[in-house]
């Protein structure tokens, strides 16, 4: 990203593209599905479930793998962000989940979500449908394998294009994507850091969740579950009034994006995590022998939920 670069004085400058993985406007979610959705076609499941904010990527990602497959997919929306102009509500990945066919049922902010899909899961067995449900965010180690094979692509990509050492840079939420990358790292003996920006949980537990998972992931590997707790790191300090509010550090991430490379990030994720990377860019917090790489993990779709946080009519 040489005009980003340039424009913050900042070292050699890159970007996973990882919002380009092809499902449905891409993203994250796009790796972790490839093998949950093998788990749920051996079991012969006919309908995925699963849930997330109102503005899920994940569920519109789940929703367009369920179409491909074949399956009907149903998904619990959790209204985490108060008094919600319509557009919030109706548009961006919402409309997208319309289009794919997704039923979808909006429940209370605060409510137990994975206690909430279970008994919809109960619901459907008794219908005779066979459910196959996946926690949110995608975030099992099974999952989180699909980080494992990102960790994979960059280590052929960063030889490829001689990057001296990596550091990733990106945002952390439901635990998945982080988990993966460090679990790949350290599975592959490599001395990468990365640097999780949450959009949600404080700093401890976000951590503490992280390193479980990973370790748990390391295991699905074959591999001893011994990543060191101080390789876990997630900064809380970009998460401004809560999950899915919009903060200034945000609208300018999102705004430099688009108008120094012409690229799309999200205002609940990659835009919080952007903001992050910038705030250590402008600080002097990377090393001088290390190439910063921001993993894009998707999310634009949710740009149109959000015209109201760039103070448009
Ligand atoms: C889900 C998501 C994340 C966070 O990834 P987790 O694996 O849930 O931590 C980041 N960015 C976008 C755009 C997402 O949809």
Not at 93 to 103: I, Y
Not at 129 to 134: A, G, L, S
Not at 156 to 172: S, Y
Not at 294 to 300: M, R
């Amino acid at each position: 990203m040489n005009r980003l670069r340039a424009k913050l004085n900042a070292p050699r400058l890159f970007i996973k593209r990882d919002d380009c993985t092809g499902l449905a406007t891409g993203g994250s979610k796009t790796r972790k599905l490839e093998f949950l959705l093998g788990d749920a076609l051996k079991q012969g499941a006919d309908t995925l479930l699963t849930h997330g904010a109102v503005q899920s990527n994940h569920v519109r990602q789940t929703a367009a793998a369920a179409a491909i497959a074949g399956l009907r997919c149903e998904a619990l929306l959790e209204e985490r962000v108060n008094n919600p102009p319509n557009e919030y509500e109706h548009s961006g990945n919402v409309f997208l989940d319309t289009l794919f066919d997704a039923t979808l049922h909006h429940v209370p902010g605060g409510t137990a979500m994975d206690a909430a899909l279970e008994d919809l899961a109960t619901q459907l067995r008794a219908q005779n449908k066979k459910p196959y449900v996946i926690s949110g965010g995608g975030s099992n180690p099974l999952g989180s394998l699909g980080y494992v094979d990102c960790i994979l692509e960059l280590q052929k990509q960063c030889a490829e294009m001689g990057l001296r050492k990596p550091h990733l840079v990106h945002a952390t939420g439901s635990a998945g994507t982080q988990a993966g990358l460090l679990a790949g790292i350290h599975a592959l003996g490599l001395n990468w850091p990365v640097t999780g920006i949450g959009v949600r949980a404080p700093k401890e537990t976000q951590e503490t969740r992280v390193h479980g998972l990973a370790n748990r992931t390391l295991e699905l590997l074959g591999h001893s579950p011994d990543l060191p707790r101080a390789k876990v790191v997630a900064d809380d300090g970009f998460i401004g009034a809560g999950y899915g509010q919009p903060t200034e550090g945000m609208v300018e991430a999102v705004q430099m994006l688009a108008r120094n490379e012409g690229i799309l990030i999200d205002p609940v994720y990659t835009g919080k995590g952007m903001a992050g990377m910038i705030a250590m860019l402008r600080a002097g917090a990377f090393g001088s022998d290390e190439d910063v790489i921001f993993v894009h993990t998707g999310g634009s779709a949710a740009l149109f939920g959000y015209r109201w946080a760039f103070g448009q009519p």
